[in-house]
């Protein structure tokens, strides 16, 4: 297979400008941490979270540092605990006054047989990857309602949530999940103007993941993809720009593959 080159990184043109975003798993790896940076290049505010909160602050620091202090914020959220949920978004009106896009980004992937499964390795992943989403739409939806003024969901979906992938069974009933969840939030929220829409990608290379994935597997999973290469995460990123920005204004209710993986 030819392997086609990363293209070259796009700047910027204020696709968000205005607009303040809440990204859940954004501490700075990642396509939470490159979605929090290409939100910022299109002129948005952010409120970025994550469980982890020194990984957290330190990417707070570094984006404050480019983009200005006032454009950043962050809080420390575990999307299984809905207290930290709430106050998740609590922290963002105070922080940027309202809240128009949220990204949900957060999920726990994981390896294992489903005869060796443990309850506890389904249930981790599980909560984690469509409970967090569900914790967080709801919150997001409950507060755009309450705001009156429209606004987009993007959650973050898998093209495992479409394909077989041994070991994976926990990881994709969760994406699956998570596509089923954003389908019917979108007729829910179509009522008050708010838009709800997924991304499914593939294979996004970053150091966790390198991290936890042979190479063996990274290599078979590349070798799948039609331009012979992992996508860089904002090259996901800047579809979800896309899915957050008036260019998709009539788009709700779907999962865009950020790969040519589909059903």
Known sequence: MTTVETPAYVPGHGLLTGRTAVITAAAGAGIGG???????EEGARVLISDAHGRRLKEYEAELAGEFGAQAVAAAVCDVTDEAQ????????????GRVDVVVNNAGLGGTSPLVDMTDEQWSRVLDVTLNGTFRCTR??????????????????????GWRAQAGQAHYAAA??????????AALEAAEFGVRVNAV???LAMHPHLVKVTTPELLEELTAREAFGRYAEP???????VFLASDYSSYMTGEVVSVSSQHP
């Not at 904002?234 to 979800?240: G, H, L, Y």
């Open 34 to 40: 490159a979605t929090a940076r290409r939100f910022l």
């Open 85 to 96: 949920v709430r106050a998740l978004f609590e922290a963002a009106v105070r922080e940027h």
């Open 139 to 160: 919150a997001a939806l409950r507060l755009l309602r309450e705001q009156g003024l429209g606004g987009v969901v993007v959650n973050n979906a898998s093209v495992v």
């Open 175 to 184: 994406k699956a999940g998570v596509m089923a969840l954003t389908r019917c």
């Open 234 to 240: 904002w090259e996901v990123a800047n579809v979800i």
């Open 200 to 202: 499914s990608p593939s």
